[in-house]
């Protein structure tokens, strides 16, 4: 019988009996994020961000601060969370060269006001414009996103705030309108790369419909488009109900005046008088089936154009008006109305007008490319995960610095995929880049004056990251 306090374990066999010491030498964990790192340079990021916070270096400072700050980026698009995760990088100097302390990250970030921020806004959309060209001249042009299994022309911009839940008081965290309490901030991502453009740091207690904020942040987003894309390429702008102010709407339209061929997707809710409208269609109209990502006729779900029935004051000329309704999946949140009806109803409305498009302006098509805004709730999810889920900071400039730099963070991943990856890494979400590609671990050997990166010749993904080398 054992004693006791022991626990007696059948041995299965089934694992190599190993022994652990600490005593190896060259070796290196973490060893895919030095593409990252690549990217950075070869989009001419860590040039760019050098030049925009080159006002910040320290007299005889050995840390250069766009370095510095991309070393941060790195350091999210990694999976770190804090500042000290920065440890993983400065101790491995043989493959990330000399990394900032602690303090002097914390000292940059203190530093960053909005004039640096708008420096390194400035900078981050001179690596874009690389990286598109680097894109355009390798593999012939950005990725399309499809709709109903047509392809939607141009860029696709999709504009979507979140809550981000702190656990301690910060400066500017306020109870939130979902009863939670933290920060509220406001994104644009490009659903045809998943680039983050740009994004907003708002307090808790901020609206989710304010105008003056989407408009910032879409402005902000434009910004980043290079101008041979900004100008003469079709711009569609999704975003929910949020989005959906008079005061934006008249904004998106106002920019065709400045050259942009921007139109809008957005939700409408749904009023007394957009209910009306829908009953008055469900007795009048002709409903037809909603389309599925592929073309398909989606089961249960049914379309309808409201454009006349629908009050239409204070919207541009020419904006169309569409209902979805569907039979509820179990779990979803209906209103009354939905409840009584037995249906969950969706509207939106947008200005596209019939045969502009591929789909030739139907509303089948038009609906299931506003349906396609809803995958920006995975950007935002797994922008959590890649820096902005937690903020490190009581002081709230330090976090909107923090902010931009995951933002960033966002960007190397999306450019490391369009430009370097194939298959499914291509549009792998960030957890599968580091699990397979940015966690590895290698040996470094240095021979014939050459300093090289040794991966395990049997992992799987081995060839993914040396049989490729950034554009240069």
């Given at each position: 019988?054992?004693t006791?306090?022991?626990?007696?374990?059948?041995?299965?066999?089934?694992?190599?009996k190993?022994?652990?010491?600490?005593?190896g030498?060259?070796?290196?964990g973490?060893a895919?994020?030095r593409?990252l790192?690549?990217?950075?340079?070869?989009t001419?990021l860590?040039s760019?961000?050098?030049?925009?916070?080159?006002?910040?270096?320290?007299?005889?400072?050995?840390?250069?601060?766009?370095r510095?700050?991309?070393?941060?980026?790195?350091?999210?698009?990694?999976?770190?969370?804090a500042?000290?995760?920065?440890?993983?990088l400065?101790d491995?100097?043989?493959?990330?060269?000399?990394?900032?302390?602690d303090p002097?990250?914390?000292?940059?970030?203190?530093?960053?006001?909005?004039?640096?921020?708008?420096?390194?806004?400035?900078a981050?959309a001179?690596?874009?414009?690389?990286a598109?060209?680097?894109r355009?001249?390798?593999r012939?042009?950005?990725?399309?996103?499809?709709?109903?299994?047509?392809?939607?022309?141009g860029?696709?911009?999709?504009?979507d705030?979140s809550?981000?839940?702190?656990?301690?008081?910060k400066?500017?965290?306020?109870?939130t309108?979902k009863?939670?309490f933290?920060?509220?901030?406001?994104f644009?991502?490009?659903?045809?790369t998943?680039e983050?453009?740009?994004?907003?740091?708002?307090?808790?207690?901020?609206?989710?419909?304010?105008?003056?904020d989407?408009?910032?942040?879409?402005d902000?987003?434009?910004?980043?488009?290079?101008?041979?894309?900004?100008?003469?390429t079709?711009?569609?702008?999704?975003?929910?109900?949020?989005?959906c102010?008079?005061?934006l709407l008249?904004?998106?339209?106002?920019?065709?005046?400045?050259?942009l061929?921007?139109?809008f997707?957005v939700g409408?809710a749904?009023?007394e008088?957009?209910?009306?409208?829908?009953?008055?269609?469900?007795?009048?109209?002709?409903?037809?089936?909603?389309?599925?990502?592929?073309?398909?006729?989606?089961?249960?779900?049914e379309?309808c154009?409201l454009?006349?029935?629908?009050p239409?004051?204070?919207?541009?000329?020419?904006?169309?008006?569409?209902?979805?309704?569907?039979?509820?999946?179990?779990?979803?949140?209906l209103?009354?109305?939905d409840?009584?009806?037995?249906?969950r109803?969706?509207?939106?409305?947008t200005?596209?007008?019939?045969?502009?498009?591929?789909?030739?302006g139907?509303?089948?098509?038009?609906?299931?490319?506003?349906?396609?805004h809803?995958?920006?709730?995975?950007r935002?999810?797994t922008?959590?995960?890649?820096?902005?889920?937690?903020?490190?900071?009581?002081?709230?400039a330090i976090n909107?610095a923090w902010?931009?730099?995951?933002?960033?963070?966002?960007?190397?991943?999306?450019?490391?995929?369009?430009?370097?990856?194939?298959?499914?890494?291509?549009a792998?979400?960030?957890k599968?880049?580091?699990y397979?590609?940015?966690?590895?671990?290698?040996?470094i050997?240095?021979?014939?004056?050459?300093?090289?990166?040794r991966?395990?010749?049997?992992?799987?993904w081995?060839?993914?990251?040396w049989?490729?080398?950034?554009?240069?």
């Amino acid at each position: 019988m054992p004693t006791e306090g022991t626990c007696r374990v059948k041995a299965t066999g089934t694992r190599p009996k190993i022994v652990v010491s600490a005593d190896g030498r060259g070796v290196v964990g973490h060893a895919g994020a030095r593409l990252l790192a690549d990217v950075a340079e070869v989009t001419g990021l860590t040039s760019a961000c050098g030049d925009a916070l080159a006002g910040l270096r320290q007299r005889r400072g050995v840390h250069d601060p766009g370095r510095v700050a991309v070393d941060i980026a790195v350091m999210l698009a990694d999976g770190g969370e804090a500042i000290s995760d920065l440890a993983v990088l400065r101790d491995q100097t043989q493959l990330f060269g000399p990394v900032a302390s602690d303090p002097t990250a914390w000292r940059l970030l203190s530093d960053m006001d909005s004039a640096v921020l708008s420096r390194l806004h400035a900078a981050r959309a001179q690596a874009r414009e690389l990286a598109w060209a680097q894109r355009a001249e390798t593999r012939g042009g950005l990725p399309r996103v499809t709709a109903a299994g047509l392809p939607v022309p141009g860029l696709v911009l999709d504009l979507d705030a979140s809550i981000v839940i702190c656990h301690s008081e910060k400066e500017s965290a306020a109870p939130t309108w979902k009863h939670t309490f933290g920060f509220h901030p406001l994104f644009c991502f490009l659903d045809n790369t998943r680039e983050a453009l740009a994004g907003m740091l708002r307090e808790g207690r901020a609206g989710s419909n304010t105008t003056a904020d989407h408009i910032t942040v879409l402005d902000d987003s434009l910004n980043q488009i290079p101008d041979t894309h900004r100008h003469g390429t079709p711009i569609l702008i999704r975003s929910d109900s949020a989005g959906c102010t008079h005061g934006l709407l008249a904004h998106i339209r106002d920019l065709r005046t400045r050259g942009l061929d921007t139109r809008f997707s957005v939700g409408v809710a749904i009023t007394e008088p957009i209910r009306q409208a829908i009953l008055s269609a469900k007795q009048h109209s002709e409903w037809v089936p909603a389309l599925d990502g592929n073309g398909e006729p989606r089961d249960g779900a049914e379309i309808c154009e409201l454009t006349g029935l629908a009050p239409d004051d204070g919207f541009p000329a020419g904006t169309r008006f569409i209902v979805r309704r569907e039979r509820p999946h179990p779990g979803a949140q209906l209103s009354l109305f939905d409840t009584i009806e037995g249906m969950r109803h969706q509207v939106l409305a947008t200005d596209t007008p019939p045969g502009a498009t591929a789909g030739g302006g139907s509303i089948q098509y038009l609906e299931a490319r506003h349906h396609g805004h809803a995958r920006v709730e995975d950007r935002i999810r797994t922008g959590k995960d890649t820096g902005f889920g937690r903020f490190p900071s009581r002081v709230f400039a330090i976090n909107a610095a923090w902010l931009q730099l995951a933002l960033t963070a966002i960007d190397l991943l999306a450019w490391t995929q369009m430009l370097l990856l194939d298959d499914d890494l291509a549009a792998a979400e960030p957890k599968k880049l580091r699990y397979r590609l940015l966690h590895v671990a290698a040996r470094i050997t240095r021979t014939a004056r050459q300093t090289r990166l040794r991966i395990a010749e049997h992992w799987p993904w081995a060839r993914r990251l040396w049989r490729r080398t950034p554009v240069r």
